[in-house]
């Protein structure tokens, strides 16, 4: 069953199939005022589950990302990108990748003094932790939570260096804390902007700030001093990938220090909801958007290849990163890598330090 459902960006609900789950054809909302419904189904409520972690750092080893250790303070995502290759994480929770996905959220209260503690231990090396690498710090709930902040506390007592990707200028509410790092070389922000368009943006993160907003964002940032990168994530062939000049020149202009750029990738049950919401919002060129995908990801939906995952191959993704790096000599950008210090990093005090301090 497939919905375009206001203010969310996935127009199924159905489980995965990999773990045997049941399919789940109408969320929980819905099925309750089902006899009460006339046309289309009422708007999603969002929930939160409080997820008692045992450990925050999340580590990794692929060799085609720049950073080995990450956090994410929420599972799921209200701003609904179609496109988020994290959806398939909620298959593990017995919840759909689809709507399940951007309205049943997981918030983790504990993760500040986790990382404290993570970070006191024996032996522990400092090097930059990566927010939102997974689902978005800045998505709405944490104006209430506050998570991504208590995180950002901890690492900014300690002289800990801190990237952050987010797609919304909530990042701001931390201008204070981050400023005071970048004075010291230690944090760096990323902001996400795939669309110029309001109304591409609109269909493509329902609840996401606008790209506008977005590009303010950066010129805020940069005006603290924070250094600051404009990912241009996912490109979209036949929707978005005309935007790309146009994306490198607002990103210069706001201040941006360098951009990059990634084909959309769609693995697992992303594909399917990608199909979907293309026959919902953009029936009269889905085929053609598929078609120039499996150009890009050698013939299939997703390609997962270490590095040609996050490049594409074969003419059209040459022709997009051409284009992407004749915009980038033009408007400066990409002359040099953000680089953060890990040097200034000191272990958080015990409570023997701080009485004796």
């Known amino acids: 069953m497939a919905d375009k459902r ?8 159905r489980e995965s199939n990999r773990f045997n789950l049941p399919e789940r054809t109408a969320d929980g909302d819905w099925l309750d005022d089902q006899a009460g419904i006339d046309g289309a189904p009422p708007r999603l409520r969002t929930s939160v589950t409080v997820e008692r972690a045992r450990t925050i750092i999340s580590r990794n080893t692929s060799p085609d990302i720049g950073f080995d250790r990450s956090i994410n303070p929420y599972r799921g995502c209200e701003h609904g990108c179609i496109y988020c290759f994290a959806r398939p994480t909620h298959a593990f929770h017995d919840l759909s ?34 927010f939102g690498t997974n689902t978005d710090p800045y998505q709405p709930i944490e104006a209430e939570w506050r998570i991504t902040r208590g995180c950002i506390e901890v690492l900014s007592d300690t002289d800990h260096p801190l990237t952050i990707t987010t797609k919304s200028d909530r990042v701001l509410h931390d201008i204070d804390l981050l400023a005071a790092m ?30 506008e907003r977005r590009l303010a964002a950066v010129r805020k940032l940069v005006a603290a001093g924070i250094p600051t990168h404009v990912s241009i994530a996912p490109v979209i062939p036949a929707i978005t990938d005309h935007e790309i000049e146009h994306l490198v020149e607002r990103a210069a202009e706001a201040g941006a220090r360098s951009v990059s750029f990634i084909p959309v990738r769609l693995p697992w049950e992303v594909a399917p909801l990608f199909r979907a919401w293309l026959d919902a919002h953009f029936p009269d060129r889905a085929g053609k958007v598929m078609a120039i995908i499996g150009a890009i990801r050698d013939g299939r ?7 040609t995952r996050m490049r594409g191959s074969g003419p059209w993704a040459d022709l997009l990163r051409t284009r992407f790096q004749i915009a980038c000599r033009k408007h400066g950008l990409n002359r040099e890598r953000i680089v953060l210090r890990s040097d200034l990093f000191r272990p958080p005090e015990g409570p023997q330090g701080e009485l004796f301090g």
């Open 6 to 13: 206001p203010q969310r960006g996935a127009t199924l609900n």
């Open 301 to 307: 939906d997703n390609d997962p290849g270490f590095f």
């Open 97 to 130: 990748p689809g709507l399940d996905f951007e309205s049943k959220l997981f918030a983790k209260p504990d993760a500040p003094a986790l990382l404290r503690a993570e970070l006191a231990k024996r032996g522990y090396s400092a090097q930059p932790i990566a």
């Open 182 to 211: 970048a004075a010291k070389g230690l944090a760096a922000v990323a902001l996400s902007i795939t669309s110029l368009d309001p109304r591409i943006a609109m269909t493509l993160e329902p609840r996401a700030p606008t790209p």
